[in-house]
C-alpha cells in the first residue's frame, strides 16, 4: 500500500518505512497507584513516539512482590503479550523499567520481537539527537557502560541458539574477551573525551567575568523558546522530547547589561545514570552557572513530579545551591486547560498569584509565570532576571563600581 510509506526527513533517507509498532508494559509495585504507572506509560508513549514506534497497547500487571527475575512480569502476563503481538504484527515490547540481561534474553526467545526497556529507548534517541563529536562520544561511552554488566546475559542467550549435541556455548573465556573488547572501547572513548572537555574547558575559560545563566529544567518544558525568545537566537525547539543535546551558549544584553545564556539537554523521570555520568561534561554548563532559571511546564498535569526530578537530578550535579528562579511556562496553555473563558480577570490574577504563592513556599525561591512561545509577561521576567544578575555581579565583585548598570 502506498500509504504504508512516507518520504523520510528532508527526503535525506527517501523513503521511510511506516513507524513501528510498539506495545507498552509497566508494573505497579506496592507502593504505586495504577494511575502513576498510567502517567508513566504516558511519558514512554512519548518517549517512543520521538524514537519513531507508534504505541498500539498498554499492559500493567500488579507486582506486589516485585518484578519477576525471569520475565520481569510473570509468565502468565508474558503469555498474554505474546498472543496479543503475534497476532497484531507487532515489532517491539518496550518496558518502563530497566530489564536485565536474562530478563531481555527470555522475553526475547519467547516474544521473538525486540524488547527495549526504558534506558535502551532513551539512549537510542540521544544516540540519534547527537550531533557533535562530544555528544556523540557521550552517548557510545552511556551506551557500552549500560551494556558491560548485561553482557551475561545477553552471552547466555547467544548460547543458546547455538546450543546442539557437541556444542558448548561460549564459556567464561568467551565472555570475558567480550567484556575486554567492551572495556577497551570504554576506556579509548574516555580518553577521547577528556581531550575534547578540555578544549570546552580552555573555551570556558576564555568566556572572561561574564555572569553565566543556565535554563534547566525537565524535557520539553520550554527551555530551547526562551533561549529563542531571550536573545533571538534560533535554537533547535521541538515538540518532542531531548530535541536538544548540546549546550548551546550566547551572550545576551538586557539594557547594556550582558550575561551569557546557555541552553542544555533536559532531564527526565529515571534518566539512566550512564548517561549524566557520560554527559558530565556538558553540564559543567550548569555546575559553573551562576543563575538557574528553572523552567517548567506549568500546562503538564505531573509539573510537580517534573519540578522534583529536576531539583534531584541538580542534587546530583551538585548545582542545587545556586540562585534559582523557578519559571512556570505555557502559562497560555495552562489557562487556556484550567480557566473558564467568561472568567474575569480579577479572578484569573487571584488564581495565579495564589498558584505562584503555593509554589513559592513549597520550593523556597523566586517564582514567575511566562508564556516563552506567547512572549507573555516577559518584561516583569527580565526584570527579575536583571536583579538577579545584578546582585550576582554584586556578590562576585563586590570592591567593583559596577559598570553594567
Ligand atoms: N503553548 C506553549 N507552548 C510552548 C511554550 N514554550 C514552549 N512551547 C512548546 O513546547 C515544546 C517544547 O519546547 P522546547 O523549547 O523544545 O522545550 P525544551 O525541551 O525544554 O527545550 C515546543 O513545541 C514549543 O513550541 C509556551 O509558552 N506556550
Ligand atoms: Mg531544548
Known sequence: ????????????????????????????????????????????????????????????????????SKTFIGQGKADEIEDFIKENDIDMVIFDDD??????????????????DRSTLIL????????????????????????????????????????GIGMRGPGEQEIETDRRIVRDKISLLRKKLDK??????????????????????????GKSTLMNTLSKSQVFAENKLFATLDTTVRKVVFENMPFLLSDTVGFIRKLPHHLIESFKSTLDEVRESDILLHVVDI??????????????????????????????????????RQFDELLEEEIKTDLRGEMKEKLMNQYDCEVIMISALKK??????????????????????????????
Open 196 to 221: 575534547i572537555d578540555l578544549q570546552s574547558q580552555t573555551q570556558r575559560k576564555n568566556r572572561g567575568e561574564l555572569i553565566r545563566v543556565a535554563l534547566v529544567g525537565y524535557t520539553n518544558a
Open 299 to 336: 500546562s503538564h498535569h505531573q509539573y510537580e513530579d517534573h519540578i522534583n526530578t529536576v531539583m534531584q537530578t541538580l542534587k546530583d550535579l551538585e548545582a542545587h545551591d545556586k540562585p534559582t528562579i523557578l519559571v512556570l511556562n505555557k502559562v497560555d496553555l495552562f489557562e487556556k
Open 1 to 68: 500500500m502506498a500509504d504504508d510509506w512516507k518520504v523520510g526527513k528532508k527526503g535525506k533517507k527517501g523513503l521511510k518505512k511506516k513507524d513501528e509498532k510498539a506495545v507498552l508494559v509497566g508494573i505497579v509495585r506496592q507502593d504505586q497507584t495504577l494511575e502513576q504507572i498510567e502517567e508513566y506509560l504516558d511519558e514512554l508513549e512519548f518517549l517512543a513516539l520521538t524514537a519513531g514506534a507508534n504505541t498500539i497497547k498498554r499492559y500493567i500487571q500488579k507486582m506486589s512482590g516485585g518484578p519477576s
Open 376 to 405: 507573555e509577561n516577559m518584561e516583569a521576567f527580565r526584570a527579575l532576571v536583571k536583579e538577579k544578575i545584578i546582585a550576582a555581579y554584586q556578590k562576585r565583585y563586590p570592591y567593583r563600581t559596577m559598570q553594567y548598570y
Open 99 to 116: 530489564l536485565t540481561g536474562k530478563q531481555t534474553n527470555i522475553l526475547e526467545k519467547q516474544f521473538e520481537r525486540k524488547i527495549i
Open 124 to 163: 537510542d534517541i540521544f544516540a540519534n539527537r547527537a550531533q557533535t563529536a562530544q555528544a556523540k562520544t557521550q552517548v557510545e561511552l552511556a551506551q557500552l557502560k549500560y551494556l558491560l554488566p548485561r553482557l551475561r546475559g545477553l552471552w547466555t542467550h547467544l548460547e543458546r541458539q547455538r546450543g
